[in-house]
């Protein structure tokens, strides 16, 4: 069985082990912002409308980004250690294991790389005021 298929068993099973986990996206806030009983600061009950995929899809994405990313990737980097430290009187487990950590840690600064370049430019794009020309804060937020 090849490396790579042995880490793809690994990574679907803690994905699956991971499914029964509360998800949480936001403090209390689960990632689905309304129906489902959900109560507002006012006591209603919050129903589902389209500017909610919206909220959905960035609680989403943050879940993905900041949540899972960052351990699947030490997981991804231990396994690399891992097959480093099993073969060590075999060159080749240990170039496996090199490359894992690598491809790791590639995908780390481009995952990361992106969401800060794309922070960056939507900040300057939105700006509101000619004072500020760097405003991280309001481009996400949709007035519905």
């Given at each position: 069985m090849?490396?790579?298929?042995?880490i793809l068993?690994?990574?679907l099973?803690?994905?699956?082990?991971?499914?029964?986990?509360?998800v949480n996206?936001?403090?209390d806030k689960?990632?689905?912002p309304?129906?489902?009983?959900i109560?507002?600061?006012n006591?209603n009950?919050?129903e589902c409308?389209?500017?909610?995929i919206?909220?959905?899809?960035?609680?989403?994405?943050k879940?993905?980004?900041?949540?899972?990313v960052p351990?699947v990737?030490?997981l991804?980097?231990?396994?690399?250690?891992f097959?480093?430290?099993?073969?060590a009187?075999?060159?080749?487990?240990?170039?496996?294991?090199m490359?894992?950590?690598?491809i790791?840690?590639?995908?780390?600064?481009?995952?990361y790389g992106?969401?800060?370049?794309v922070?960056?430019?939507l900040?300057?794009?939105?700006?509101?005021?000619?004072?500020d020309?760097y405003?991280p804060?309001?481009w996400?937020q949709?007035n519905?």
């Amino acid at each position: 069985m090849k490396v790579w298929s042995k880490i793809l068993i690994v990574f679907l099973f803690l994905a699956f082990l991971f499914s029964f986990q509360s998800v949480n996206a936001d403090n209390d806030k689960g990632l689905v912002p309304c129906g489902r009983g959900i109560i507002d600061s006012n006591g209603n009950t919050v129903e589902c409308n389209f500017c909610h995929i919206f909220e959905l899809a960035d609680n989403i994405y943050k879940f993905v980004v900041f949540k899972l990313v960052p351990i699947v990737s030490v997981l991804m980097i231990a396994i690399g250690g891992f097959i480093i430290l099993t073969g060590a009187s075999n060159p080749e487990g240990y170039k496996k294991g090199m490359a894992i950590i690598k491809i790791t840690v590639i995908a780390l600064v481009i995952i990361y790389g992106s969401w800060l370049a794309v922070q960056f430019v939507l900040g300057i794009l939105t700006s509101t005021s000619n004072v500020d020309w760097y405003n991280p804060n309001t481009w996400n937020q949709f007035n519905c």
